[in-house]
Structures are given as structure tokens and as C-alpha cells.
């Protein structure tokens, strides 16, 4: 079966500083891959989605950035955080093929900025 | 473009009571659906999914119908528990790689 792997589960960052969250699928070939942000109380963003190796696109312009490094890892990124980068990140993967697939979320980071 | 309305919360209700949680989508076409919970401090779990026009999804007591004909999905459970307590995000999937997800719903249901 498949299992997807977020960590760190709590980040806790000055402003200023850079990041690096990691996602990992096991149990399956070319996922999708997504990271979401959710602001406390709020729906989701959808922020960076990979259908492979290398692409990525990009729904919300900002100081954020992802990369597909290997086909099952996905990484969130940013040189410089914000107050504003403060929420829970999620990443999700999906099967390729079809619109009746689902996507399926790991745990979250829940991330603070001081 | 395509789009998912939710009702607004929270919604409160008392153990063992009734539940429906009202779900329309806007869509050139004819989506996937689904019903997602999120528990306080998780990720989003998949609860249910129909992917075509009457189809039923079922789970954990939970029920949805695709209802083509009012664009509907939305989410009922006969008997809630206090454990039911979360947030529920209605989605729709339609020829893209990207789920288009509501608001959220918040349910907090009392002993």
C-alpha cells in the first residue's frame, strides 16, 4: 500500500531564515505531488503541483519555491520566510490517470515564524 | 470556471443527531466528487468519492449522492458521535491534475 511522509511535523523559524520541508511517497510510480497551505481556521491554498520529475507549476506567485528531485520527493523551499509564510503546509500525491482519482494527504507541518 | 460551494459553520449539533452538510459545484462538465475530514492537528483524510451522476459514496456512516440534476453532493450521517467532530471539505476533480476543494466545514458535535 501507499504511505506519504512529511517531516518536520512542527517547524518553528525566525523571519529571515531559509526552509526546506520534505515530502515522500512509498508504494507507488510517478504520483502526482502537491503542497497545500492552510492559514489557522482557513481552506487551502494550493501553492506548487509536479506531474514529474523536474516540472513544476506554480499557483501562487510569492517567496516560495518546490522541486522533484527524485520521483517520489517532493520539497517545499524558501531563502527567506515571512510572518506571513506562518501556517500548516500540506503535501499530497495522487495517481496519475484520470479524474476520478483522489488525492491523498500526509500528516502537515505545522510552521511558525517569529 | 469550476467552483465548489459550501455551507458556511460551524454546525453544532448534539450526540446522535441528524447531519447534513450541503455541497454544490459549478462545472462545464460532469466531475469527480468528494468528501474530505480533517481532525484537529491532521491532514485531510478521504471519507468518500463518486465519480458519475447518481452514484452514492459511502463511509463510516457517512453518505453523499451525485446529484446531477441540482449539481449537488451533498454529505448526511443519521446518528452523530462526538468523535465526528472536524472539519469536511467538499472537492471536485474534472480533466485537470488539481482538486478544486470548498471552504470547509466545521462540525462540532456535543455529548
Known amino acids: 500500500s501507499q504511505t506519504i511522509h512529511q517531516w518536520p511535523a512542527t517547524l518553528v523559524q525566525p523571519v529571515g531564515s531559509p526552509l526546506s520541508l520534505e515530502c515522500t511517497v512509498e508504494?507507488?510510480?510517478?504520483?502526482?505531488l502537491y503542497w497545500y497551505r492552510q492559514a489557522a481556521g482557513r481552506g487551502l491554498q494550493l501553492l506548487f503541483y509536479?506531474?514529474?520529475?523536474?516540472?513544476i507549476s506554480s499557483e501562487v506567485p510569492q517567496n516560495l519555491s518546490a522541486s522533484r528531485p527524485q520521483d517520489r520527493q517532493f520539497i517545499l523551499s524558501s531563502k527567506k520566510l515571512l510572518l506571513s509564510d506562518s501556517g500548516f503546509y500540506l503535501c499530497?500525491?495522487?495517481?496519475?490517470?484520470?479524474?476520478?482519482?483522489?488525492?491523498?494527504f500526509g500528516d502537515g507541518t505545522r510552521l511558525s515564524i517569529l | 470556471g469550476d467552483s465548489v460551494t459550501q455551507m458556511e459553520g460551524p454546525v453544532t449539533l448534539s450526540e446522535e443527531a441528524c447531519l447534513t452538510i450541503?455541497?454544490?459545484?459549478?462545472?462545464?462538465?460532469?466531475?469527480?466528487l468528494f468528501w474530505y475530514v480533517q481532525y484537529p492537528g491532521e491532514g485531510l483524510q478521504l471519507l468518500l468519492k463518486?465519480?458519475?451522476?447518481?452514484d452514492k459514496g459511502s463511509n463510516k456512516g457517512f453518505e453523499a449522492t451525485y446529484r446531477k440534476e441540482t449539481t449537488s453532493f451533498h454529505l448526511e450521517k443519521g446518528s452523530v458521535q462526538v468523535s465526528d467532530s472536524a472539519v469536511y471539505f467538499c472537492?471536485?476533480?474534472?480533466?485537470?491534475?488539481?482538486?478544486?476543494f470548498g471552504t470547509g466545514t466545521r462540525l462540532q458535535v456535543f455529548p
Open positions: 472537492a471536485l476533480s474534472f480533466y485537470t491534475d488539481k482538486l478544486i
Open positions: 508504494g507507488t510510480s510517478n504520483p502526482n
Open positions: 509536479s506531474v514529474g520529475i523536474g516540472q
Open positions: 463518486a465519480t458519475k451522476a447518481d
Open positions: 450541503n455541497c454544490t459545484y459549478t462545472a462545464t462538465g460532469y466531475p469527480s
Open positions: 499530497a500525491w495522487r495517481l496519475p490517470g484520470g479524474a476520478n482519482q483522489p488525492q491523498h
